[in-house]
């Protein structure tokens, strides 16, 4: 029990120490991060939730920057860039998957045509077991949330 204690204790130092002012992953926006899950960006470290989203990250990082920094939150998702000169970045109109609605999408991730507008996701697989499944019902249901604004126009 002595033991779980001060491995607790470290873990929680540990997080303080590094982690700072971010609690939150940038991708999966609602996700804890994992300070094991860490990339470098502009000389700060970054924190993700898993190691799928630090693959995510490393594929646009400058995107992911300005979309996380984007997202309208009681907490800011990437704190320790205040005050960081970030490139100049061109956001798409969707910012999140229609199927993990708290998780952003990026110009690389996996996309579809649908109605002859790209509907990005996060994972290749959740178009092939889910969206495909029910695309005119999916398509509703994320159109109701606000999810894919490119159809707005």
């Known amino acids: 029990m002595k033991l779980l204690l001060t491995l607790f204790l470290v873990a929680t130092l540990v997080f303080s120490l590094h982690a700072g002012e971010q609690t939150l992953c940038p991708i999966m926006v609602t996700d804890e991060i994992d300070v094991e899950e860490v990339v470098e960006?502009?000389?700060k470290e970054i924190y993700m939730c898993c190691g799928g989203c630090v693959k995510v990250w490393n594929k646009n990082p400058d995107y992911y920057a300005a979309a996380a920094i984007a997202v309208k939150s009681d907490q800011p998702l990437l704190p320790q860039l205040d005050g960081v000169e970030l490139p100049e970045v061109k956001?798409?109109?969707?910012?999140f998957?229609?199927?993990?609605?708290?998780t952003l999408v990026g110009p690389e991730s996996p996309f579809i045509e649908y109605e002859g507008k790209k509907i990005y996701f996060y994972k290749e697989r959740d178009i092939e077991r889910k969206?495909?499944?029910d695309p005119e019902g999916l398509f509703k249901e994320a159109r109701e949330a606000g999810l894919l604004p490119q159809f707005d126009d």
């Open 41 to 43: 960006y502009q000389g």
């Open 91 to 95: 956001l798409l109109k969707q910012r």
């Open 97 to 102: 998957c229609p199927l993990r609605e708290d």
């Open 131 to 133: 969206w495909s499944k």
